[in-house]
């Protein structure tokens, strides 16, 4: 064997021992939910690792990757992922948003946490989940917190340490599980409208809420999933134990869009990891946005669950005849058979938006979205100005911090007429704030030491590398709730203070007695 060869030999075999067998857990789930774990997984595999995948619908994102790199996608059928239930075909998002009721929100969550046991089954049961089941050894399991119920026994299968990756800010128990207190005093609970700064009332409604999701879950829902856990991992410990035993926690947040917040060690902030520079648009897209001189155009999407083709008809006119008044051009995105057909010349409706491409695009003034979360980020991260048409949950949120932040501005479904839409639109065009403030915004998230993507892959290879993370580890993560903030001690010290009054208060008592003998004595 020559010398070069060894040499390479030798560095084959250096590549071989720093690489990594990672599981990746997310069989259920919506796009959105997948997009911050897709540039990790990318990342991993050019990094040589091995990735697995278990997911429930093939990523185009993952095309290229499957072929170049050692990526096992295994797709688990028959598990889509709707919010709204699909038997109850009365509702859609459109009539649910213009309704603004807490009970039409509560049935997606009902919806939703019907789901968890059929998740179980369908994943377990499925022939390729079964066979990693039985092959596979991994050093890392990244599950995703959309279904980590599911997925917590895997790490114990596997005796791999786990990350739990939120696609959102860090869910109401990961702090806990990592040792830290939950900090409801400004730490706002995620699905409620409450900003960071709260006054007694808001901070005794979020600590109840917060605390009350956690206790229900770790008494109701899972004992209801320990018996189908057992089912498929016999001898398996209890899921809350498992969960217990979590490494390290990805938030998607950064402080140029998030509330800042104090984090435990472990837990590693990624907001913003799926956003990148433009790239060319396809052709008649590039030369639709370009001709629109500089009036420049404006994007409207709604995300990748809700179809735009079940908009009520009377808003559609509006949307169409207020675009029609705008000198700027408007690119639509329009998924669904039903495409409206008198359209003025400077509307183009899209299949597929390349949402990102388009807000790079240096003629783009307006956003008009959904307010997802990684709508919100895209915005910032391009500096785009935002018009705001929240539906459902975190939306309503990100789009209310977004108007306080001064680089957006919101319209309810139920408001939206020709008026108040074309005098929305042109505030946030020709009013300079708002492009100020958001452009403010995207200095600070392109201002880090590293990308997001950067900090998200060192922290998964460190943990990899490691075999977890034991000196990370906060020493409360043995005491419970009451002991970490610190009820017991509080306690103990108002007794002792109480006691040492009523002991100050009987002296004084005694010596007064004195006082008034000894007057008595005198006189
Ligand atoms: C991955 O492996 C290939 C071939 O074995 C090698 O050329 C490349 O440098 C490796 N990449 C990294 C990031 O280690
Ligand atoms: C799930 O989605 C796939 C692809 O979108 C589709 O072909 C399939 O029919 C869907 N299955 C169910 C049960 O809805
Ligand atoms: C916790 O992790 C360690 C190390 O991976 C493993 O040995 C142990 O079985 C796990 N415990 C539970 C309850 O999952
Ligand atoms: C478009 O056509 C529909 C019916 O075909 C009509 O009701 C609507 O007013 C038209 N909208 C505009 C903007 O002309």
């Known amino acids: 064997m020559s010398s070069s060869s060894l040499v390479v030999l030798f560095f084959l075999l250096i590549g071989l021992a720093n690489s990594h067998n990672i599981l990746v857990f997310m069989p259920f789930g919506s796009h959105s939910h997948k997009a911050t774990l897709i540039p990790l997984i990318q990342g991993l595999l050019e990094r040589n690792h091995s990735v697995t995948f278990i997911t429930n619908q093939e990523s185009s994102d993952l ?17 889509n992922y709707s919010m709204l239930d699909p038997e109850s075909a009365e509702q859609n ?46 050093d890392l399991l990244l599950l995703s917190q959309v279904v980590s119920y599911a997925g917590y026994p895997l790490a114990w299968h596997f005796q791999c340490p786990f990350i739990l990756s939120s696609p959102n800010v860090l869910m109401t128990d990961s702090a806990y599980l990592l040792g830290d207190s939950e900090h409801t005093e400004y730490v706002p609970f995620f699905l409620m409208a409450m900003t960071d700064k709260m006054n007694l009332v808001r901070r005794v409604i979020n600590t109840a809420f917060t605390h009350l999701l956690n206790i229900f879950q770790d008494n109701f829902v899972f004992p209801r999933l320990q018996p189908s856990i057992e089912k498929y991992f016999p ?27 104090a984090y435990p060690p472990g837990v590693v902030e990624l907001g913003g990891i799926h956003c990148r520079p433009a790239k060319p648009l396809p052709r008649h ?90 709508s919100t980020q895209e915005a910032i991260y391009h500096g785009v100005p935002v018009l705001g048409l929240p539906f459902i949950s975190d939306q309503l949120l990100n789009m209310d911090k977004a108007v306080s932040d001064g680089y957006a501005l919101q319209l309810r479904w139920n408001q939206i007429e020709d008026k108040l839409l074309y005098r929305t639109i042109r505030k946030l065009i020709y009013q300079d704030s708002f492009v100020e403030n958001v452009r403010r ?12 993507l950067e900090r998200g892959l060192y922290w998964t290879e460190y943990i990899a590398r490691h075999g977890g993370a034991p000196h990370l580890q906060l020493g409360s993560r043995h005491l419970n709730r009451f002991q970490r903030s ?3 001690v509080y306690l103990i010290l108002a007794a002792i203070a109480c006691l040492f009054i009523f002991a100050a208060w009987r002296c004084l008592r005694r010596f007064e007695f004195f006082i008034r003998f000894m007057k008595f004595d005198l006189f």
């Open 63 to 79: 095309r290229y990757h499957k072929m170049m790199y050692n990526l096992d996608e295994v797709i688990v059928s028959n598990l």
């Open 235 to 261: 001898g398996a410990p209890s899921l809350i134990e498992m969960k217990a035993n979590i490494t390290a926690a990805f938030a998607n947040t950064h402080p140029a869009f998030s509330y800042p917040r």
């Open 285 to 374: 897209m590039e030369e639709f946005v370009s001709e629109s001189g500089s009036a420049g155009f404006i994007v409207f999407g709604v995300g990748s669950i809700i179809p735009m083709d079940e908009m009520p008809r009377q808003m559609l006119d509006v949307f169409i005849r207020v675009f029609s008044r705008l000198p700027q051009r408007v690119v639509w995105q329009w998924r669904g058979i039903n495409k409206p057909a008198n359209l003025s010349d400077n509307i183009l409706l899209v299949d597929w938006l390349p949402q990102q491409d388009l807000l790079g695009h240096e003629k783009c003034k307006l956003f008009l979205t959904h307010g997802g979360l990684l």
């Open 93 to 138: 998002f459109f009539q649910l948003a213009a309704q603004q009721s807490i009970l039409s929100q509560l049935k997606i969550f009902r919806h939703l946490s019907g789901q968890v046991n059929r998740v179980l089954d369908q994943t377990y049961n499925d022939a390729g989940v079964q066979s990693i089941l039985r092959h596979g050894t991994f």
């Open 486 to 488: 610190l009820i017991d």
């Open 441 to 452: 915004r995207q200095i600070l998230l392109h201002d880090q030491s590293e990308s997001p």
